[in-house]
C-alpha cells in the first residue's frame, strides 16, 4: 500500500503544462470527462473480476476472517491480556455464528453486488487520480502540487478509517452481537446479507469519520472554522466523540468505546494543528494583499 501511494504521488506531481486537454472547449471537456470516466470504470471492473475470481479468500479469509480465532486482533488481544495479567479480553475461540442464505440463487447476487463495492473500495485511489487528471490542466504548479497533497490525504484517512474499522470495530462489535440476548429461548441466527450489510455500512462510516482532518482544512481555508472556535468547543466535542463511540461500538464495556474514541480524538486534536497552520497561512496572506 505505500508504494502504491508514493507511486500515484510521483504521477501527480509531473508536469502537465504540455497537456493538450490544458485548451479545450466545453465539448472537448465533456469527451476528457467521459474517458476519464470510461477508465474509472475499467479499473473498478478489473478490481471486482479479481475480488469474484478469488471469491473463496475474500469471503473466507477477508470478510469472514473476523469469526475465527486466529484473526490478528484476537491474537494481538490474548498477547497483551497475558502479559499485562488482564483477564476477559482474549478471545481463543472462534466466534459460534452461522449464516444463513434464505433466497434462491442470493448467493450468486451477494457475490456480484459485494465484488462490485470492494472493487469500488479497492480502485478508489485509481478514480481520485482520474479526477485529478481531469481537472489538472485547469491549475497551477504550485495548486497542482497542493492538489496531489489533498488528494493524497484523503485517500490516506479513508484507508487508516477502513483498516481502523476492519480490525478493532468490527470484530468486538460481532463479538458482541453474536453472545448478547435478551433471552435463552431467542437465538441469534443472522442472514449472510445482515452481516455484509453491517460490515460494508460500518467500513464506509468509519472511513468517512476519519476524513475529519481534511473536512476541518477545507471549512478552515474557506475561513468558516478556526483553531480558536475548535478549542473552545473542546470539551462539547468530547462529549460527542463518546456519544459517536458507543454509536459505533454496541459493546457496554468501557475499553471498546475507549478504542474507538480515543483514535477520533486524535482526529479532531489534529484538526485543530491543520486549522491552526491554515489561520496563520490566512493572516499572512491577509497582510501581504493589504501592503
Not at 142 to 158: E, G, N, P, V, Y
Not at 228 to 233: H, N, P
Request: aromatic fraction near 14%; hydrophobic fraction near 50%; glycine fraction near 4%.
Amino acid at each position: 500500500m505505500p508504494s502504491m501511494f508514493f507511486y500515484i504521488r510521483a504521477m501527480l506531481r509531473k508536469k502537465i503544462a504540455d497537456n493538450p486537454e490544458a485548451e479545450m472547449g466545453f465539448f472537448d471537456h465533456v469527451e476528457a470527462l467521459r474517458w476519464h470516466l470510461l477508465r474509472s470504470v475499467v479499473a473498478v471492473v478489473i478490481c471486482a473480476s479479481l475480488v469474484g475470481i478469488y471469491y473463496d479468500v475474500v469471503f473466507d479469509k477477508i470478510i469472514l476472517g473476523i469469526t475465527s480465532k486466529d484473526f490478528p486482533t484476537y491474537k494481538l488481544m490474548c498477547s497483551v491480556g497475558e502479559k499485562l495479567h488482564i483477564s476477559g479480553i482474549c478471545i481463543d475461540k472462534d466466534i459460534p455464528i452461522e449464516l444463513q442464505n434464505i433466497s434462491m440463487f442470493g448467493q450468486i447476487t451477494l457475490l456480484f453486488q459485494y465484488s462490485l463495492i470492494i472493487g469500488f473500495v479497492l480502485a478508489f485511489p485509481y478514480i481520485i487520480f482520474e479526477l485529478w487528471r481531469f481537472v489538472a490542466p485547469a491549475l497551477n504548479e504550485t495548486q497542482q502540487k497542493k492538489t496531489s497533497q489533498i488528494i493524497l490525504a484523503c485517500s490516506f484517512f479513508f484507508f487508516v478509517g477502513v483498516l481502523f474499522c476492519y480490525f478493532i470495530i468490527i470484530p468486538f462489535s460481532v463479538n458482541f452481537a453474536v453472545g448478547f440476548s435478551i433471552s435463552s429461548k431467542i437465538k441469534n441466527n443472522f442472514t449472510i446479507e445482515n452481516y455484509i450489510d453491517f460490515f460494508t455500512v460500518m467500513l464506509l462510516a468509519l472511513g468517512t469519520v476519519f476524513e475529519l482532518p481534511m473536512v476541518v482544512y477545507f471549512l478552515s481555508r474557506l475561513g468558516i472554522l478556526g483553531a480558536k472556535t475548535m478549542r473552545g468547543v473542546r470539551r462539547y466535542a468530547v462529549v460527542v466523540i463518546l456519544i459517536v463511540a458507543g454509536i459505533l461500538t454496541p459493546s457496554p464495556d468501557i475499553f471498546t468505546q475507549c478504542l474507538v474514541a480515543v483514535p477520533i480524538y486524535f482526529l479532531y486534536e489534529l484538526s485543530i494543528f491543520i486549522a491552526a497552520r491554515n489561520d496563520k497561512r490566512r493572516e499572512r496572506e491577509e497582510i501581504i494583499s493589504a501592503q
